[in-house]
């Protein structure tokens, strides 16, 4: 396990995630009923981005300034973008930060937290000693947060079906080893099986469309109940950049979604753009019936 999240942390990528996760948030939300949030992978909860570029002997080019760093600058940009950055702001303030660049970014466990309610309930699984440490002492003491240091997979299983009968599930592995894929299709597939009505979201790299698309195929010959990709791309197909795009798939997304969510999409792609060809969409893998 060599991947540590801190030098992406605030990117393009974390950005589209994280605004995502907040529309799923507070559109399950929208029913008083409480939901269990498990976050897989969780990481740490929290990045100094000063720690970005020089986190180990490695020189390198801080990736948050074309991410975060871009959004903080739009004005007037949509709610759901606004919403997202109260929470980065109400951190980098929280956490000490009186500068007037953002410092101090939150990982997906810190948004969560900050928009659970009484009925909710958080597990956040980390594997890595240091990242899961952090992440103890960042939330372990926060009332109905649960950090445990398992197997984000293995906690699929041992956690559904939940006692709240309803749950979002965040599956956001580092895609260290070729052998992520099928683990996240193990893994969606145990979620499926043991509490059919709960909500996955997977986020996926765009470095390799033949990868993504057939995954895609793999996802829609699975039986799945509705569900939808929402993709970004920060440069066209041609580009040589490593890392051209993301996308998360989210299976038995709250209705209506869909729809603040491909235009969410369509804002940020022109603002998060690195080369020409960039583009933001929607598609549905598995059709509402
Ligand atoms: C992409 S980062 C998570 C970022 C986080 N979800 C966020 O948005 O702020 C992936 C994390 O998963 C951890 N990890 C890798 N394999 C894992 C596993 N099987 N179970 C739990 N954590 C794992 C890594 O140590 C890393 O911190």
Redesign the pocket.
Known sequence: ?N???HFH?GNFA?VF??VVLGRLIAYLQKKEKGFLYL??????GRYDLERAEKGDSRARVAEWPAGIGRLLTQVDPPPGVSAYLDLVRRCDRRSGNLGANVRFYP???WLAKEGMRPQDRMVL????PA?HAALAAELGRTPRVSVRD????HAIRALLPCPEKRALV?I???FEDANEWASILAGLSDAMQRMPSCTVAIWYPLTQRARVDSFFAELQGSDLPATWVAELSVAGPGSTLSLRGCGIVVVNPPWQLDLEVSQLAAWLAPVLAQEVGASGELIWLVRET
């Open positions: 396990m991947y540590r999240h942390a974390d995630k994280h976050d897989t992978h969780a990481g740490r990982g997906s466990p699984c980390e594997l890595h990242e398992v197997n984000g997979y965040l956001d592995p580092p």
